[in-house]
């Protein structure tokens, strides 16, 4: 029995170990059978990515006039991120979404594969791929002759105005082949601050680019800018505004948004000022009103350095009413209030938080030098000129160009040039250079554009994509984009700090372009000895290293570096010590090219006789109430019915489609804006309220027309837009093929009205009058 | 052991979106297009949320970036049936995207929906394909995808740092959207270290979590907007 | 019953039963080339999902669930039909049963293939099958979902199985034809019909109905968990699991009384299939009825009073938002039309009883879309609002399914008598009797008196 049991219990042992070694053996077979199945399908499935060798090389980001540094990140020579730069005092290692894009730029789908030539004429033209030599010869031979007959008859059309070199470059390559017309342009969609300096130059007398110290103020008041999205100097303010709400000694600074729209600047603000279309200037003056009225401005800024401040009587006895006695009874806040629809009570305690939370600073509307004035008069009455958290003007930097001289012709308000070519029988521009620019696109007078265009017999594009523009041309011979080409350009951080930034190629170009400064080193060489001894240079770097040598004679600032090496440099010069010397040139230069550029981490405060050059000396402060006089308010006052149909159009300018020429890149249309969930699409913001007496609804296609045409747009109801506004983003709606850009959007410029300002000429982005419809 | 963590101050966020697009290139994170945003499918391991606060004209829009919030007890871990996300070290909440059967429950479990799943084979045009990471994998399509606190930059940080012989320091492991703030709004580091910002700043007066109730302790700080 | 002898087709009146298995009409194929008609088209849109991955259906995020994962649940909860109401009825002693137990048991086995199958059509990766397996954890209750799933497939099989061996052993004896012999031999496991065969047998149908009903009534709360296991808004509830068993209960009578409608018309069953069977399962049918609506009811008005914001937003998505139509034909189809059919004596014929239970079967599907996709659509955090409709690949899959379901029952009714027909014999034999002697054993004044140690 017992014996009968044992083998029992052994069979059974045994029977139970071969069952679970087949388990086991089954699971190990499992376990085959998957992997066998991953292996078969990452065959077709797996995106490699090679490895390869990692390099770091500091550049500069040259895709608005900010300049950041950058610091491009390689593997086997393909670009592979972009990252700031943390010893740039610019940006201090961080950077904005378009600098990352630069990627997309570098390996858009889109780029032309190399020169292009237009065979053909009319609609049946059609694009050719030709040589480097053979666009060369022809550009040449044709400026050759071109210079015999009349030299002046060569445009250059270069976009977007900036400090850097390549802007000199191309400017001193028309001076050297005897062309006056060297045009730096800007437009409708771009995001120049010409009515700020405008503004400036009425009160101070000073052609200057004004920064604004937010990262040190107390108290910025904001009229209508939208200085998160597409200031001027993007990554600087956004840069700055951390500064301003870091834990400073000095307290965190108040911010206040005045303007229609509740834009992404105006979200960051503390507060939201709606007030109604184009009386932001009215509410500054209502701001001045209370300062003087409760004695809140700087009484020593505004005595000794203001002028029309109080009446004033000349020889003849005749009493020219001063700044104070007209705001004092012509913009009390109670008929502000009624201009404006801002609240009394809130006009008043506006005024009381500005001026008492000093230093504060006011900053205008971009497009409308009237309201630029009165916003301008705010910083002169609490004395925010040229102090520490107030606006600054700082100097240029000293850079060594052989003998350059500026001829440039500023903005779109010069655009007479067109009416010209249009009305005479020949077109007295023979040859034209485009480069940056897309007026096609991009102009809010576009018709006339394509009208000059046909006219001019030899056009050239430096375009890198077929745009709007560069389609229209003869010739297209592709630019590097800034990451494949030398490059410098001189700015100054908002602190008022300038920087020189260098940048250079960290990759292989990636297709067959060539510098458009090599390209013109290369046309001047191969036109006469007089042109040509003015490029002596081998290559467009040759030129960045000579600018470079200005700065090692000037003896003055430091190579970039982290932080606190900023402050060192500072304290040893104002100690009295020279900055250490870098060596010599050569050792100077390398040092500052792999730095990423040069700095001077001084500013002198004060200094007023350097920032008003007025005859008299002195801020003058009547211009902003002499431009407001004439200025008939509002333009929307019509019969009530109309008022339903009939809005004022707004149109924002995103942070990520504003400096873009073809905005042909996912991330960017991915992100148009943080504050709405749009994207990928036009939308137009209409107040909700009225939205809805309209009977729309959220997403609903509408047509927008304006006087000048029509676009599609989707609609987006929202609480944050003033009712009178409707608001469209700039930047979509491209025609010209683009694996992202084409068809996406509308194209706000199509129904923006051309209405210029009487005093600058300029475009007024807010006069356009729209009515919506549903599709 | 670390216990990584994320302080975003609101004080300083612009919401300018560079986050977004610092994570999009180092994550190798597909790219979006139209009818991708239609479908409500496009991929944003950071995204920045947006709500609309008040009437008209008290009107205030609150801005908030949002990764994965890496929860020291983190519901969707869980839920998952093959282990294929994992509170790891540092106390990252990882993802295997080879393991991953792509099955959505952790996606679902998400209380901060802030997990991501392929709907379709990411796509490149060939040119592009140049920008893409080696450090990062390109996921498949069918599995689910994360934030995940830039894992890769740590591990070559702690490299770096082994063959320098020496301790790891508070910035070398940053993750890509920390590194690219333009407004220093966000720090990143150890939790535990007394010694690193985010402890002192997660112990704020202004710090807050998302979602604090429910217990899931995410290592993401936010300070609140000041004044 | 051991001495009975084989008898030729058209002797005995329970021929009829075997009918299908031996004649095979048109009206087969034609239904049989339809449902695989449709299933090929299931298969085409699966190929296409495996393809292009998972976008073509309409998924999309927050909606990470959707048609597939509907299904899943509603299958599951049919399936609770068989093997629950049978093992119910067999322990009860309920001698109507007899001939309504294998087909409600059919619909158990069929449809859990089915309902476990949408899971996997669900997966992003489906060619990583195996890693739960390999990798698999305890942890999450996807992981209880497949073990509660197997467990009860097997127990639905082993008790739909075990009491068909007696009329398999009989198809045995009749066929001829060389190979349907050894298939059906094999599968009567040498049923000869001794005394001890039928002791065993009847032990074994009697344990598994008593092991069946935890491990149905388990297999549902655990379906629920994969839901109330997450914090998400309506789903962390605890009422869940009974709720979910509830509506599983109620789907499932509704679908028996389907199929018992269409098998009494299809084989001429009205002999067998008779008017008390649907009667009675009408009564459980209006039961269910109300048990739904108390479950619903005690579902929504702790949601309502608790008055939590983030719940509050999925309670008016279903009230009044998008997702309203969904809800309000859910609560018509599920208790107002049942509920008034039912109630009515007039209204509550064989035809009104199909029509009830059609209804609740749309309803019931409804009541899990509801479930899923409004919570899906409306997340904690208030910033991700997503919307969902199916695309025609999940359409298709669908049809896929309920095609499959059909073609599976299609399929066993040629092989299998779709009523027990030994447990019909049987019946005739010895039920009077039985029930007799039951009655005499628990009431007073009839024969016995009870005895006192009792």
């Known amino acids: ?775 | 052991m670390p216990r990584w963590g994320m302080v975003i101050d609101l004080d300083k966020c612009t919401g300018c979106g560079a986050c977004i697009i610092a994570c999009n290139s180092e994550n190798n994170i597909g790219l979006s297009d139209p009818q991708l945003f239609r479908e409500g499918r496009s991929i944003r391991w950071m995204d920045i949320l947006t709500i609309e606060e008040g009437e008209y004209p008290d009107v205030k829009k609150k801005i908030m970036p949002r990764p994965c919030f890496h929860c020291d007890k983190p519901p969707c871990t869980k839920v998952c049936p093959v282990r294929a996300t994992y509170k790891g070290d540092g106390g990252l909440v990882g993802q295997i995207y080879p393991r991953c059967i792509g099955c959505r429950y952790c996606t679902t479990a998400c209380p901060y929906t802030v997990r991501y799943f392929d709907w379709y084979v990411p796509y490149w045009p060939s040119e592009m394909m140049a920008t893409l990471n080696p450090d990062v994998s390109v996921r498949p399509k069918g599995v689910v995808e994360k934030c995940s606190f830039c894992h890769h930059r740590w591990q070559k940080a702690k490299e770096l740092a082994r063959s320098e012989n020496r301790d790891m320091r508070e910035d070398d492991y940053v993750p890509a959207c920390v590194e690219s703030c333009p407004g220093k709004a966000m720090y990143f580091g150890d939790l535990d270290n007394p010694q690193h910002r985010v402890t002192v700043l997660s112990k704020s007066r202004r710090a807050s979590r998302l979602l604090e109730d429910l217990g899931t302790e995410p290592k993401v700080y936010y300070l609140l907007k000041g004044e | 019953m051991a001495d009975e002898k084989v008898k030729t087709i058209g002797e005995d009146p329970d021929d009829i039963l075997l009918e299908p298995i031996f004649k095979t009409g048109r009206g087969f194929y034609i239904t049989v080339g339809i449902l695989l008609a449709i299933v090929a088209w299931a298969g085409i849109a699966y190929m296409s999902q495996l393809i292009w991955g998972l976008g073509v259906t309409n998924l999309n995020r927050p909606v990470y669930w959707g048609m597939y994962i509907t299904n899943f649940v509603f299958f599951i909860g049919i399936s609770h039909a068989g093997t629950l109401i049978s093992a119910i009825l067999r322990i009860a002693k309920a001698e109507w049963r007899r001939a309504i137990t294998r087909s409600a048991e059919i619909i158990t086995v069929m449809v859990l293939f089915i309902g476990a199958a949408n899971p996997f059509v669900d997966m992003g990766r489906p060619d990583r099958l195996l890693n739960p397996i390999i990798y698999g954890r305890f942890q999450s209750p996807l992981l209880w979902d497949m073990v509660s799933i197997t467990t009860y497939l097997t127990a639905s099989t082993v008790y739909l199985y075990i009491p068909m061996i007696p009329d398999i052993a009989l198809i045995r004896d009749r066929s001829e034809g060389k190979i349907r012999k050894l298939v059906y031999s094999i599968l009567a496991l040498g049923w000869e019909g001794t005394p001890l065969q039928w002791k065993v047998l009847e032990r074994l149908i009697a344990i598994m109905a008593i092991v069946v009903i935890p491990v149905a009534v388990s297999v549902h709360t655990v379906v629920s968990y994969v839901f109330a296991m997450t914090v998400q808004p309506m789903w962390h509830s605890t009422v869940f699991g009974p709720y979910f068993v509830a509506g599983a209960i109620f789907s499932g009578i509704a679908a028996l009384i389907i199929a018992m409608a269409v098998l009494r018309k299809a084989f001429n069953l009205e002999n067998y299939i008779r008017r008390v069977h649907f009667e009675n399962m009408s009564l459980l049918l209006l039961v269910m009825t109300l048990l739904w609506f108390y479950f619903t009811f005690c579902e929504y008005i702790t949601t309502f009073y608790g008055a939590e914001p983030v719940h509050m937003a999925v309670f008016w998505e279903k009230f009044s938002g998008r997702f309203s139509p969904y809800f309000w034909v859910m609560c018509i189809t599920c208790f107002v039309i049942p509920f008034t059919i039912l109630c009515n004596k007039k209204t509550r014929t064989i035809t009104g009883i199909v029509i009830a239970s059609v209804s609740v079967t749309i309803g019931m599907w409804l009541e899990r879309f509801c479930i899923i996709v409004p919570t899906l659509a409306n997340p904690r955090l208030p910033y991700d609002r997503g919307n969902y409709f199916p695309s025609w690949v999940e359409f298709s899959e669908m049809a896929g399914c309920f095609a499959g379901f059909i073609l599976l029952y299609v399929l066993f009714t040629k092989f299998f008598p779709v009523i027990s027909i030994w447990e019909i014999k049987e019946g005739r034999k010895k039920s009077v009797q039985e029930v007799s002697e039951r009655v005499e054993s628990y009431l007073p004044g009839l024969k016995n008196e009870p005895e006192r140690a009792d």
């Open chain 1, 1 to 775: 029995m017992k014996k009968h049991r044992n083998i029992k219990r052994r069979s059974f042992l045994k029977a139970s170990g071969a069952a679970s070694a087949t388990a086991l053996g089954g699971c190990q077979k499992i376990k085959n059978v998957n992997k066998g199945i991953h292996e078969f399908l990452n065959r077709f499935e797996e995106v490699p990515v090679p490895h390869g060798i990692e390099t770091w090389k500091t550049t500069t980001c040259n895709l608005c006039s900010s300049s950041c540094g950058i610091r491009a990140r390689t593997i086997d020579g393909r670009l592979v991120s972009i990252e700031g730069n943390s010893a740039h005092p610019v940006n201090r290692g961080g950077i904005c979404p378009r600098g990352v894009n630069g990627l997309h730029i570098l390996y858009n789908p889109n780029r032309l594969s190399g020169p292009m030539k237009k065979t053909g004429s009319g609609d049946s033209s059609k694009w050719e791929r030709i040589s480097w030599d053979d666009a060369m010869k022809a550009v040449t031979g044709n400026l050759k002759s071109l210079r015999t007959q009349s030299p002046q008859s060569l445009m250059f059309l270069h976009g977007k105005p900036s400090t850097s070199l390549e802007v000199s470059f191309a400017d001193r390559f028309m001076q050297a082949y005897g062309s006056p017309n060297y045009i730096c342009y800007m437009d409708g969609h771009d995001y120049y601050d010409s009515s700020m300096l405008d503004a400036i130059y009425l009160m101070q007398g000073i052609n200057a680019a004004p920064s604004y110290d937010i990262g040190n103020s107390n108290f910025v008041l904001s009229f209508n800018t939208d200085i998160f999205e597409s200031h001027e100097n993007l990554m600087q303010s956004l840069k700055a505004y951390g500064q301003a709400h870091s834990e400073r000694p000095s307290g965190r600074c108040r911010f206040v948004h005045v303007g229609p729209r509740l834009s992404a600047s105006a979200s960051t603000a503390d507060k939201w000022i709606p007030v109604r279309p184009g009386t932001e200037g009215v509410l500054a003056l209502g701001v001045a009103h209370v300062i003087i009225r409760e004695d809140l401005y700087d009484y020593n800024f505004v005595n000794i350095n203001c002028s029309g401040f109080e009446d004033r009587t000349d020889e003849s006895g005749k009493t020219e009413r001063g700044f104070k006695s007209v705001v004092m009874s012509e913009y009390a806040p109670s008929d502000v209030s009624n201009m404006t629809g801002v609240k009394v009570e809130e006009i008043i305690r506006l005024a009381r938080d500005f001026a008492s939370s000093r230093p504060a600073l006011a900053v205008g509307n971009r497009t409308q030098t009237r309201i630029q004035l009165a916003v301008h008069s705010l910083n002169a009455l609490l004395g925010s000129i040229n102090t520490k958290g107030g606006i600054l003007f700082p100097p240029d930097i000293v850079l060594k160009k052989e003998g350059e001289k500026s001829s440039s012709i500023y903005g779109e308000n010069n655009t007479d040039f067109l009416s010209k070519i249009i009305s005479s029988p020949e077109s007295p521009v023979k040859a034209l250079f485009i480069k940056n620019a897309n007026p096609i696109y991009s102009s809010l007078e576009s018709a006339l554009w394509r009208k000059a265009l046909d006219k001019i017999p030899f056009k050239v594009s430096f375009s890198g994509i077929m745009d709007e523009t560069s389609s229209l041309c003869d010739m297209i011979l592709p630019d590097c984009t800034y990451l494949e080409k030398w490059n410098g350009s001189a700015v100054a951080t908002s602190e008022g700090y300038q920087v020189f930034s260098i940048s250079r190629p960290v990759v292989e170009p990636v297709v067959e372009c060539k510098a458009s400064e090599d390209v013109l080193l290369n046309i001047a060489s191969g036109l006469s000895p007089e042109v040509a001894i003015n490029f002596h240079w081998k290559s467009f770097s040759d030129y960045v290293e000579l600018a470079i040598e200005g700065l090692f004679e000037a003896g003055r600032g430091s190579r970039l570096g982290e932080e606190f090496e900023g402050t060192w440099v500072r304290l040893l010069e104002k100690a009295g010590w020279r900055i250490p010397s870098e060596g010599g040139l050569d050792e100077f230069k390398k040092t500052i090219i792999d730095a990423g550029g040069w700095w001077d981490p001084i500013y002198y405060y004060g200094e007023l006789s350097r920032v008003i050059l007025k005859p008299t000396g002195k801020f003058e402060l009547m211009p902003a109430i002499k431009s407001m006089t004439n200025y008939s308010f509002p333009e929307l006052t019509e019969t009530d019915e109309t008022r339903e149909q009939y809005f004022a159009l707004h149109v924002s300018k995103p942070a990520s489609l504003a400096a873009l020429t073809n905005p042909n890149s996912p991330w960017m249309l991915d992100n148009i804006t943080s504050v709405l969930t749009d994207r990928w699409n036009t939308w137009i913001e209409i107040n909700e309220e009225i939205a809805k007496k309209l009977g729309f609804k959220r997403g609903d296609e509408v047509i927008v027309e304006s006087d000048k045409g029509k676009i599609r747009a989707e609609v987006t109801p929202t609480k944050s837009i003033h009712p009178e506004f409707v608001s469209i983003p700039a930047g979509m709606g491209h025609v010209i093929p683009g694996e992202w850009s084409n068809g996406i959007g509308s194209n706000a410029a199509d129904i923006m009205s051309a209405v210029r300002d009487p005093v600058t000429g300029i475009f007024l982005a807010d006069k356009t009058k729209v009515k919506i419809y549903k599709a």
